[in-house]
């Protein structure tokens, strides 16, 4: 289903208790850049895992436009890309479209920054609403133009046209906000500048980007210091195509275990899950809430962590978040909220200004939606602030509207999560988006026991 058909909603019921192991998709972000440098490099790059979401379809699609090869085999489910080598690729001969995928529209701009060619790129109307000032400001410094529409107000939104350097510049940039696009965009159109391009962050963010790019044999220099890193890319290296394993990704994992902790009586497991340090912001606060949550056969998978994690229902207590763990739980917010709906006391959750420009407004999307399920919630600046109900909150009241979606896949699956465990349904508006990155959620939870209904309640 793709976000643009017409929306098709759901309702989630609360009914017996969730039990199994399962395994969620591959990481997206990982899934993005094995099929950008794999179109890159030279030579065969091999992806097990690859995430078939369709913001990842999109991606590939987008470097096939730009003459990389890229195919899976129906018999394996392997993926495997052939390279144009760096500097190869070709100027596409129509519109990029990352249709709902910010990461993929980010990212690629910074590789296209690079190469000499003209591309234009455009979204689905979720993605035309984000800012993308934020990756053209850095890459007009390394010598990119961009042509975009929003400028008679100040912003840059897609459709955007790029015209790459012919000759890029290599910068230093201190990231003006903690993220990890913007980081790997100017490091994506670094490949193609000579000398070192240095991104310095106060924060740390996912570094999904620095550990596949050396692994396809890129050279990195990472320096912390007082918590500031200082990460130099030594431009134009020979990258040579790999194997990469994609683990499961923690971000979609967050909705089962969710789902298990507040379903009462459930136990469940969500097997082969990326357990990368600065993406588990979200198990480590579920943990401080009191969660049974354990982790088992921690192990490496391609230089990336990954584990078993197992739930237990029971009860939560609320927890003050720091807004210094947002870059490592910065997806995991509207199942947070959902999750401290539950809880016993008030959560805080600190600064999360970013939440306002992800898929949706996501910052009052949550609010308005848990509003609508009866739970006392309030928005406080960039603070999210919710009472726990100390066990279900009551759900939605009948004629209540749908929860509105957005086209923001985390939003729907968050609010079915929260059906799934509040005293009355919870609906929403459009299960759509959930293919970008969780293309059988549905699947998965029935498989759990979950009462998900598509259609109309
Ligand atoms: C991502 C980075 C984050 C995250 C997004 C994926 C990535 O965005 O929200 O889902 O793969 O680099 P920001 O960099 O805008 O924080």
């Not at 955007?160 to 290599?170: D, Q, R």
């Not at 194997?243 to 082969?272: C, K, M, Q, W």
């Not at 009551?394 to 005293?423: K, N």
């Not at 919870?426 to 549905?442: E, K, M, Q, R």
Request: glycine share 12%; net charge negative; hydrophobic share 45%.
């Amino acid at each position: 289903m793709s976000a643009a058909s017409p929306p098709t909603p759901a309702v989630a019921r609360r009914g017996a208790s969730l039990s199994g192991a399962i395994a969620v998709p591959g990481d997206k972000s990982i899934s993005h850049r094995a099929l950008m440098l794999g179109g890159l490099a030279v030579g065969e790059t091999v992806v097990h895992g690859l995430l078939e979401g369709e913001d990842v379809l999109r991606t590939a699609a987008a470097m096939r436009q730009m003459g990389a090869e890229i195919s899976k085999d129906d018999a394996t489910g392997i993926w495997r890309a052939r390279g144009r080598g760096l500097g190869g690729l070709v100027e596409p001969a129509d519109v990029l479209d990352l249709g709902n995928a910010g990461t993929g529209a980010r990212l690629l701009m910074g590789l296209v920054a690079g190469h000499n060619f003209v591309s234009v790129f455009t979204g689905d109307a979720s993605l035309r609403r984000r800012p993308m000032g934020r990756i053209t400001a850095p890459l007009t410094q390394m010598g990119a133009r961009f042509v975009a529409r929003g400028a008679a107000d100040g912003k840059v939104l897609l459709p955007l046209t790029v015209i790459g350097a012919a000759a890029p510049i290599p910068i230093e940039y201190a990231l003006p906000v903690p993220s990890a696009q913007v980081k790997s965009a100017v490091l994506l159109a670094g490949l193609s500048a000579p000398g070192q391009t240095i991104v310095v962050e106060k924060e740390p963010t996912r570094d999904h980007s620095e550990r596949m790019l050396r692994h396809f044999g890129a050279t990195l220099d990472v320096r912390e210091e007082n918590g500031v890193s200082r990460i130099a890319l030594t431009g134009q290296p020979e990258l040579s195509g790999c194997t990469i394993h994609v683990p499961g990704d923690p971000s979609s994992a967050a909705f089962p275990v969710v789902a298990g902790l507040i379903v009462p009586g459930s136990e469940l497991t969500v097997r082969n899950v990326g357990l990368n340090a600065r993406r588990t912001g979200l198990y480590q606060t579920l943990r401080e809430m009191g969660a049974t949550l354990d982790i088992g056969d921690r192990r490496e998978a391609a230089g990336e962590e990954v584990g078993d994690i197992h739930v237990r229902a029971g009860t939560l207590v609320g927890v003050d978040v720091p807004a210094a763990r947002a870059p490592s739980m910065i997806d995991e917010y509207p199942i947070l909220a959902v999750a401290a709906s539950f809880a016993r006391g008030r959560t805080i959750m600190r600064g999360l200004g970013e939440l306002r420009v992800k898929e949706s407004d996501r910052l009052s999307a949550v609010a308005r939606g848990l509003a609508a399920c009866g739970v006392e919630v309030r928005i406080d600046g960039d603070d999210l602030i919710v009472e726990g109900c100390d066990g279900a909150p009551p759900g939605m009241a009948p004629g209540t509207p749908a929860i509105a979606t957005h086209l923001d896949h985390r939003i729907a699956m968050s609010f079915l999560v929260m059906g799934l465990a509040s005293r009355q349904a919870v609906s929403i508006d459009d299960i759509g988006a959930i293919a970008t990155s969780f293309p059988n959620f549905l699947a998965l939870m029935a498989e759990l026991g979950g009462d998900i209904v598509v259609g109309h309640a």
